[in-house]
């Protein structure tokens, strides 16, 4: 039998512990930036993975320039970018890369009287109304792409991105790849030298611009043209069929991707081969540092991003994303393993 004392030292270290346990998951809280193409999953994610846990995540959207930038400095957990970084640039800053999710860039349209997916679109189209060739919806090279539609002669005004984006990496990567004049002038990046149009800040500002605009034309990741009642148009893709953005064409362009040969997952879905593909699938990246200076931290990221692998497909279904194949989250947790550790060498995962 225990004795009094005996019982209020227990009963002390009881309580303690408990109050302990009770302030470290009333601390535990991670932070995370980037990229807004993947930001309507990320949010619904941290709010059912704080129900079920009471671990916070608090993610800033701000572009995945500004994502690479602040995992870089150190002052967020992890980074998100829709635009990975090549193998090179990985150990050069000793960062750690992995896709999360996959989704569809998707061209959205504010004409009078167009509903979603009445215009149908080409490649070298979409192109040259991005570099200002065509200026017109009733153009001669839309007007026969769309013989059953009556366009207005309205001017068109383009919409952009302002800020470092992953969204403008795929959408300008899959320009550059069906135009020899884009990629010849205007080229792939984050951020490129737009020939016209007006830029918004993140999806947020791109949406709502193209829907104050009449006559516009923006890009924005499928779920913003959702939130937003944007028309998305239609586009041609490499098997010359014309497609809707859907999670299924989006998981059509995704089928063949072959993760398990690409250096640091570095790998780009845009322009992919099939006749059900949408031709501007995209991935979403995150990143970590290999070395944590703050371990328990960086298995709280780890342990956030495992239960939204595991748990977060349905989520990711209702918003038309496209959640990441079992064999490949497999791939991914086996580079946790291998990669992550604290800056004493211990493993994490």
Known sequence: MLTTFK?????????????????????????????????????????????????????????????????????????????????????????????????GVVPVVNIKG??????????????????????????????????????PSEAISVVERSDGSGTTFNFTNYLAAVSPEWKKNIGVNKSVQWPVGVGGKGNEGVASYTKQIDGSIGYVEYAYALQNNLAYTQMKNKDGEFVSPTAASFAAAAANADWAHAPGYYLILGNQPGAKSWPITAASFILVHKSQEKPETAKEVLNFFDWSFKNGGEIADKLDYVAMPENVVDMVEKTWSADVKGSNGKKIW
């Open 7 to 103: 019982k209020g030292i227990l009963g002390g270290a009881a309580l303690l512990m408990a109050a302990g346990v009770f302030a470290s998951a009333q601390a535990t809280e991670i932070s995370g930036a980037g990229a807004t193409f993947p930001y309507p999953v990320y949010a619904k994610w941290a709010e059912a993975y704080e129900a079920k846990t009471g671990v916070k995540m608090n993610y800033q959207s701000i572009g995945s320039g500004g994502g690479i930038k602040q995992i870089k400095a150190k002052t967020v957990d992890f980074g998100a970018s829709d635009a990975p970084l090549t193998k090179e640039e990985l150990d050069k800053a000793g960062l750690v890369q992995w896709p999360m999710i996959m989704g």
């Open 114 to 151: 167009i509903k979603g997916g009445d215009v149908k679109l080409t490649g070298p189209v979409l192109a040259d109304i991005y570099l200002g060739k065509i200026t017109k919806w009733d153009d001669k090279q839309i007007t026969d792409l769309n013989p059953d539609l009556k366009l």
